[in-house]
């Protein structure tokens, strides 16, 4: 029981780039863009992932559901089970549960679903947290939740909320490829000599992915508008869906082109 | 590649399509014993008390069957990480004959069993059951052997692995509560029968007058099933064989003692995703085999996990208070079975060696775990004795960076937010809704303690051996120690102590700079040898032959040894291999040929006049080979046709070389460069780097100091 499958880089040409790059002392906008190179067949793999491409959905329900008066009520006719008077952790487990049952079935889930769920909690407790009160986090009132949902209908928040969103949806797709291999380069006389060292080049891994992520925030916030308008108010799935290609494929090349705007 | 199984069970008969049946399994428990053929036996409950066992319950037990031999028989996906592991979930159809239809047809129990299994394994299932056809008895394959009086009737039925935290809970049950318990064991190997044994009969020298009773159950299988190693669905089947026993003893109860972390069993890193970590005991996963087993039995069934809120060091410590701590020295964690051997019973390596380890340091109780059991000590040994270096050290690393990481967390949000799959078991807890998330949080930071603790102590410990380096560099120690040696690969300069340009080998690898920019690495590839020469005579125009030669000749340098190179004259420039070999034939052979062809065309036309077919057919023989030596020798308008161009060779080889490390490299990381390179390089037999700026370069190789 507790087992954990632990899993290798492919031995294809360009993984084996990537892992003599580590090896030998890139940085890690050389890294990621190479890794980026090396994952071209797995991104367009999961292009139709619906893991992915719900929780995209779900993040503009945050949207749509500030937009009425009732934004818990509208969360949960759109399949997020949220008590009357929740918290942000209930929030979270609601959002995650939606999640898990609309894709439980389906034949086109992959691990791009599961990477979509964790940044999708993040960025609503990394969105959510700072507008309510330390002391009633575990015990919030309905209002505060309300006030709070409310706010993602604003253009700006939203593009915030999908800047979180897709912040860390990068760096844990990036760090699904490289988490294989990082560590097997720890000990001394090795890329890494020591845990500390990992762990710097991982918290420049988050920022440089969090840099990158910055281009779809201010495109969030527009799209969102602007489908709102266009659709009155209820933006379809196949909006959603191409939405959800156009980030992924965004931030995809400004990590490719990420390495090179660092050099100059 | 298709992910749907369909796995044919018992005397079921679907009518599948010939393209499914490539994906078909046929499975059965009764009947012949054939490749087939599924195994089942409960050892060693008293006859007397058994009763009949209702329908759903042999049907569940029939399912459960299934779904394991399935799980192990059905590989998933090898090549998971190009398809984002889509192949890592199967998606199974089983046709199943049970005895109770209309339970089994309704949506309740469909829609209970299927979201179980789908979030215990991460498959997805899909059940078509019929009518059973030959209803076989039921003791005729659940063999019982009745050798032992059951000492009291017990209250409910306990799963008992044989680790630590199932000796815990025996402890907790048998001394310290004084219940009558029926531990339930499943037995993974023979091996572990002595072992196995030894527990019981400790466990029943501190139990006087509260025995346990104890059954162990055994499914195999023939070898040639086991190709999937993973297991996820074994608790599945571990408790439906439990609430079997239960349901013949009459209970209503089913109990997993294991603790918390691993129950919860977050990832330790970003690429294990869903079911990579197993949901054995996991909350969602419990309540699922509670809600199934109430179905099935028609009345309320409790499955539960008492150490839920404990670390494994908390549940040692129990064992230790309860006077029972010699029983740790034979519980077994380690899941590497195949490496257990009378000497060592612990691999080491594995996820379980390590937390158990650290559970028993952190509670003070290695003189109960002897350091002897282990292959390797976790601590101080290198991970290269294992056959799975690179994946043994990634796991201790990041067991140690998840205890970092939380000590480092300051609130149950924060948590959350590092850990959102810990939203999937809240709803399951059995705690108020707002003290789940905090509760969680506090025993992950309980065991980030103890793990923290653990490795203050043994840094302490072994603080000579660090400092003198005489720990193996990879040890565990060793890594977690900020020693600030010097590492032979990444010596690093700053950014302002580089000259603006740079482009220099750098251990295997090279380190380049343009105009100030960023450093990056270009990997080691001939062309960027080949580059560097050229960048290293700036204006000058070297010959391809003496670069390609030079780089071979340092490339042989690089490899092998320098001396060998020399002697075998590999530096030369003049390498009798890279001149050209001249013409095929000379002019003159060439004329002879064609003066010797004339005259065997006029022996032809002869022979022709005087009907002499044999002899025109040997002499077009004979000049036929002559033409085929003309031929291969001249070419167009009579020029001599040369041997391969060896010069044009290199030359075609060098350009190549150098463009590819421009276009797949260079680029991509500085484009500047990659324009400035092919603006001011040319190529031809004597390539020329002549930069306009007068640019200066630092060509010298890294050396560590």
């Known amino acids: 029981m507790g087992h954990t499958r632990l899993g290798a880089l492919p031995r294809t040409r360009a993984w084996r780039d990537v892992v003599q790059l580590i090896a030998a002392g890139a940085d890690t906008a050389q890294v990621a863009e190479a890794t980026i190179r090396a994952a071209e067949k797995s991104f367009s793999f999961v292009q139709d992932d619906c893991g992915y491409n719900h929780a995209v959905w779900l993040l503009t329900q945050l949207g749509l559901a500030g937009r009425s008066s009732d934004p818990v009520g509208y969360l949960r006719e759109h399949g997020v089970n949220i008590p009357e008077n929740s918290s942000i952790t209930e929030v979270v487990v609601g959002l995650s549960e939606a999640l898990d049952n609309a894709t439980y079935q389906e034949i086109t889930r992959s691990d791009l679903g599961d990477l979509a769920q964790r940044a999708l909690c993040d960025a609503v407790v990394t969105r959510m947290e700072p507008k309510l009160q330390q002391q009633s986090l575990f015990d919030t009132r309905a209002d505060d939740i309300k006030a709070a949902l409310s706010d993602f209908s604003k253009e700006k928040e939203f593009a915030h909320l999908s800047r979180e969103f897709y912040s860390r949806l990068t760096c844990e797709s990036m760090n699904y490829f490289l988490s294989r291999t990082l560590a097997t380069h720890l000990g001394d006389g090795q890329r890494f000599a020591t845990m500390n060292q990992m762990a710097e080049f991982d918290n420049a891994l988050e920022t440089h992915c969090r840099e990158a992520s910055k281009i779809v925030e201010q495109y969030s916030g527009e799209w969102f508008s602007l489908h709102v308008y266009q659709e009155h108010g209820a933006i379809s799935r196949d909006s959603v869906q191409g939405f959800a290609s156009w980030a992924l494929k965004k931030i995809n090349d400004e990590l490719r082109v990420g390495a090179n705007a660092n050099g100059h | ?705």
């Not at chain 2, 000049?623 to 044009?648: C, M, Y």
């Open chain 2, 1 to 705: 590649m298709d992910i749907d199984r369909y796995i044919i069970c018992g005397d079921s008969l679907p009518q599948l399509s010939t393209e499914c049946e490539s994906n078909t399994t046929r499975l059965h428990i009764y009947g012949s014993d054939d490749d087939c053929k599924l195994n089942l036996r409960i050892d060693e409950i008293q006859k007397r008390l058994y009763k009949e066992v209702p329908a759903r319950f042999r049907d569940l037990l029939d399912i459960a069957t299934y779904v394991f031999a399935a799980d192990q028989t059905n590989p998933r996906g090898a090549r998971d990480v190009e398809s984002f592991g889509s192949f890592w979930r199967r998606r199974f159809h089983f046709f199943i004959s049970v005895r109770d239809l209309e339970f089994w047809r309704s949506a309740e129990t469909q829609k209970v069993l299927c979201e179980t299994l789908s979030f215990l394994s991460d498959d997805h299932y899909d059940f078509i059951f019929s009518e059973i056809k030959h209803q076989s008895s039921f003791q005729t394959f659940l063999n019982f052997t009745d050798d032992e009086v059951r000492r009291n009737l017990p209250e409910r039925v306990v799963m008992f692995s044989g680790g630590v935290d199932s000796v815990g809970g025996a402890v907790e049950e048998v001394v310290n509560q004084k219940n009558p318990v029926l531990l339930v064991n499943h037995r993974a190997t023979q091996k572990l029968d002595i072992r196995y044994e030894k527990l019981r009969r400790l466990l029943n020298t501190k139990a006087t007058n509260n025995l346990p009773s104890h059954v162990r159950v055994t499914v195999n299988k023939k070898k040639s099933m086991n190709r999937e190693y993973t297991q996820r669905s074994r608790s599945f089947l571990f408790v439906t064989l439990g609430a079997t026993i239960a349901e013949m003893l009459g209970l209503s109860h089913v109990r997993f003692y294991e603790n918390g972390v691993i129950s919860l069993n977050l990832p330790i890193c970003a690429h294990v995703v869903g079911g990579n970590a197993t949901r054995t005991t996991h909350p969602r996963v419990i309540h699922g085999f509670q809600s199934l087993l109430t179905l099935v039995s028609g009345k309320p069934f409790c499955v539960d996990n008492p150490f839920h809120w404990n670390t494994k060091g908390e549940i040692a410590k129990l064992i230790s208070r309860a006077e029972c701590a010699d029983l740790i020295a034979d519980s077994i964690s380690c899941t590497h079975t195949w490496e257990i051997s009378n000497q060592h019973s612990h691999c080491g390596y594995c996820s379980q060696c390590i937390d158990r380890r650290f559970a028993i340091l952190a509670a003070g109780l290695e003189n109960h775990d002897p350091l002897e059991q282990y292959r390797m000590d976790i601590f101080t040994e290198s991970r290269s004795k294992s056959e799975h270096i690179n994946e043994d050290k990634t796991l201790f690393a990041n067991y140690l960076e998840r205890a970092n990481q939380v000590d480092l967390i300051d609130g149950p949000l924060q948590f959350l937010k590092k850990f959102p799959e810990v939203a999937r078991a809240l709803p399951y807890l059995d705690e108020s809704v707002g003290a789940r998330l905090p509760r969680c949080f506090d025993m992950y930071k309980k065991h980030s303690g103890e793990v923290n603790r653990v490795i203050d102590k043994m840094l302490a410990e072994h603080g000579r051996a660090i400092r003198q380096r005489s720990l193996p560099p990879d040890s565990m120690l060793r890594i977690v120690y900020e020693s600030r040696l010097p590492c032979t690969v990444s010596a690093k300069l700053g950014k302002e102590d580089l000259p603006e340009n740079v482009f220099r080998r750098k251990g295997e690898a090279w380190q380049v700079r343009f105009q100030g920019g960023k450093e990056f690495i270009v990997l080691g590839h001939k062309g960027v040898g080949y580059i560097h020469q050229l960048l290293s005579r700036p204006g000058e125009a070297i010959s391809a032959v003496e670069i390609v030669c030079g780089s071979a000749a340092e490339y042989c340098n690089y490899l092998i040894v320098a001396r060998t190179a020399i002697e075998d004259g590999l530096t030369s420039k003049h390498n009798p291999l890279l001149d050209t070999l001249g013409a095929i034939s000379d002019k003159q052979a060439i004329d002879q040929y064609r003066d010797e062809a004339e005259r065997l065309l006029g022996e032809i036309d002869r022979a022709r006049a005087d009907n002499n077919e044999v002899l025109v057919r040997e002499l077009q023989v004979e000049i036929q080979a002559f033409l085929s030596t003309i031929h291969t020798s001249v070419g167009i308008g009579g020029r001599l046709k040369q041997s391969g161009d060896k010069q044009k060779n290199i030359r075609d080889s060098f350009r190549s070389a150098v463009k590819r490390v421009i276009d797949n490299q260079i680029k991509h990381a500085d484009s500047s460069l990659a324009e400035h390179l092919t603006k001011y390089t040319t190529f031809g037999n004597h390539p020329k780097y002549q930069p306009l700026d007068g640019i200066s370069w630092e060509l010298s190789a890294v050396v560590n100091e």
